[in-house]
């Protein structure tokens, strides 16, 4: 079936640090991918998504681009802040009536 | 902005005991999803629903069944509670077409002793 793997789970970083988070999918068909952020206490909120090869998705400084050839889809911040401390999840949708399936969250925690 | 409400936001219940999550939304969203959250596994697919009357199963539907009896209510019922089910639930909303996100509730966090 449809997956997602992210090989990261937990990232530990000073302030104005460099981000990476590794998002490789399989998927059946051509998806849209995602990517969710959760703070403490509240569901996932879409951070943006990308729906086509080379389309670079961006929000808040941060950023990815879909890339059908390595099946990726990377989350990268040139420089966090401590306020980036959640959990970010990569996420793809098949079809119309395929139900979002999601890879398993990589804690982020940025110290001061 | 496109709300999801869950209830109750904790529980705890014992091992056998009926447990029902309810998840109700004011979206107009066709599409509905229960999400159960566990470290390590990120958020996993339980069940879900296209329309009113009528639900799939998901990645993981053993020992859980969902009910739609409407567009904005979509619940969770555990008849059989166990001790692998103490995790933390999301109900999640989204409108119809490929790229659309989901808008997820607060989630609940359910205990079972």
Known sequence: GDSVTQTEGQVALSEEDFLTIHCNYSASGYPTLFWYVQYPGEGPQLLFRASRDKEK?????????YD??????HLRKAS?????????????????????????????SVKP | EAAVTQSPRSKVAVTGGKVTLSCHQ???????????QDTGHGLRLIHYSYVADSTEKGDIPD???????????????????????????????????????????HG????VL
């Open chain 1, 57 to 65: 998705g961006s929000s808040r400084g941060f950023e990815a681009t």
């Open chain 1, 68 to 73: 059908k050839g390595t099946t990726s889809f």
């Open chain 1, 80 to 108: 966090v802040q401590e306020s980036d401390s959640a959990v970010y999840y990569c996420a793809l949708s098949v079809n119309n009536n395929n139900a979002p399936r999601f890879g398993a969250g990589t804690k982020l």
């Open chain 2, 26 to 36: 004011t979206n107009n969203h066709d599409y509905m999803y229960w999400y159960r």
């Open chain 2, 63 to 105: 020992g859980y069944k969902a009910s739609r009896p409407s567009q904005e209510n979509f619940s969770l019922i555990l008849e059989l509670a166990s001790l692998s089910q103490t995790a933390v639930y999301f109900c999640a909303s989204r409108d119809r077409g490929l790229n659309e996100r989901l808008f997820f509730g």
């Open chain 2, 108 to 111: 609940t966090k359910l205990s």
